[in-house]
């Protein structure tokens, strides 16, 4: 299955080659280099998408503001452009984007076919070099338009920065509401950028700790329905909801395996110490992972599945460890001042995010997986849970400021400098990010 099913289908490069060659001189083409560190924003210029109603300047704007919040791309204001855009499959007038220093260009259609499918199409221009440097077009249900948006500028950050784009995914959360010693917890989802938000759980019985599997549109959470704490898979579109297994004394955080047939817990035991323990989901079968006499919590698998991070106090305080998958040859890797908590490794392999509480703060960094190059990227009163988009580059988390009521959603990138508040209609914690769409 490809990530564009669903009513939404690439028909792949548009032909225009050689018939929009432009004759300019040799020049490299424009290309972000994102492994830099601190990247300045390149100058974009995205115009209205060509249409009969709003949809064309509305598919614009959702490219823009997802472009924009990368913190890789400037968007220049509209009411600088000096060509206006009325035929896409003719070359623009390069030089009235150069001289707005506008190093890329973005022009595109919507249109609708006669079954009623909407049609959209996009070019991405290098203007100081003069040519196309790609050109898709998409067929969806005009319901799905948010998507085509996202899906775009996927296209355009890939093609700019060689990195997959993140934008067409989505954030499940703890949606959380009424007074703070009697908070209603309520399972929620909605695309990465806050929109077409809405509640997977009643809010009749408490709910934590949502985790997506990495291959699905699925999710595993924690509910205390009975009073006990359950394990649940839930298929986020068909709703259909699964009870994983009932466990005596208390689950924590539960996560999927990179293939997604199983899922990693730690469950505490009447001696009071809790442990990691897999759960394979076709057989149900349990196998204990650590058999130590302390607290190993958090566990998160490495994209490779080959070894699992996780936190444990068997130092005396909480640190960071990993081991193998089979639980052999436990390391810690955290040696800073504080404590550490939640870590969850890079879908790229390369990282390790967590939470940190140190000097009165509670930080959220990240680390080598052998624990070397620790990083703060930010810190306040109560920052906790973070999670990574799928193509590393970014995390989100939650936050609350002293007398704020709540928590909210922001993201940051890897920079440290590209922080971004997440929209939600009430208080949101302990946020998952999605795989990208299918």
């Known amino acids: 299955m490809t990530r564009l099913m669903n009513n939404i289908l690439s028909i792949g490069l548009l032909a225009l080659g050689m018939a929009l060659a432009i004759s300019q001189p040799a020049r490299a083409q424009l290309e972000i280099d994102i492994t830099r560190g601190v990247v300045e924003p390149v100058p974009i210029a995205i115009t209205d998408f060509i249409s009969d109603d709003t949809m064309g300047a509305e598919i614009a704007a959702v490219v823009t503001a997802d472009l924009k919040r990368s913190g890789l791309f400037a968007p220049i204001e509209k009411s600088a452009f000096i060509e206006n855009i009325s035929n896409p499959d003719v070359a623009p007038r390069f030089a009235d984007w150069t001289v707005l220093n506008a190093q890329a260009l973005v022009t595109g259609r919507v ?19 003069g040519q196309q440097l790609v050109g898709e077009q998409f067929f969806a249900n005009p319901a ?25 995914t989505r954030i499940v959360f703890i949606e959380e509401s009424g007074p703070k010693n009697d908070r209603v917890k309520r399972l929620a989802i909605m695309d990465q950028d806050g929109a077409n938000h809405r509640t997977l759980s ?22 205390y329905e009975g009073g006990q704490p359950q394990v649940y898979l839930l298929q986020i579109e068909t709703g259909q909801r699964e009870l994983v297994g009932n466990f005596p004394g208390m689950t924590f955080a539960p996560r ?20 990691i323990y897999t759960m394979d989901l ?3 079968s349990t196998t204990r992972l650590t058999s130590s006499n302390s607290i190993d919590t958090s566990p998160s698998y ?27 040859n436990p390391q810690r890797i955290s ?14 392999g390369d990282l390790i995010a967590f939470t940190k509480q140190s000097g009165g703060e509670f930080q959220i960094g990240v680390m080598r997986t052998d624990g070397s190059g620790e990083r703060i990227l930010s810190s306040g009163y109560l920052e906790e849970g973070p999670t990574w988009a799928p193509n590393g580059r970014v995390i989100m988390f939650f936050r609350e400021n002293a007398g704020s009521g709540g928590p909210k959603l922001v993201s940051i990138d890897l920079t440290g400098r590209n922080e971004q508040s997440i929209p939600t209609p009430q208080f949101a914690s302990d ?3 999605s795989p990208l769409l299918d």
């Open 144 to 168: 799905n338009w948010r998507r085509v948006a996202h899906i775009i500028a996927d296209a355009i950050y890939e093609r700019l920065t060689g990195e997959t784009g993140y934008f067409d």
């Open 282 to 284: 076709r057989s149900r």
């Open 335 to 348: 040696f800073g001042d504080g404590t550490y908590s939640t870590p969850v490794w890079s879908p790229r």
């Open 431 to 433: 946020p998952a990010w």
């Open 256 to 275: 999927f395996s990179p293939d997604g047939q199983k899922v990693i817990m730690s469950l505490l035991r009447d001696d009071g110490n809790s442990n």
């Open 111 to 129: 249109t609708r076919e006669a079954d009623g499918r909407l049609r959209a199409e996009f070019r991405l221009w290098d203007a100081f070099a």
């Open 302 to 328: 490495s994209p490779d599945g080959s070894q699992i991070v996780f936190t444990s106090d068997r130092g005396g305080r909480p640190h960071i460890y990993t081991m193998g998958a089979d639980g052999s």
């Open 202 to 223: 009643d809010g009749r019985s408490i709910v934590l700790t949502p985790r997506f599997s990495p291959n699905r549109q699925e999710i595993t959470y924690m509910s």
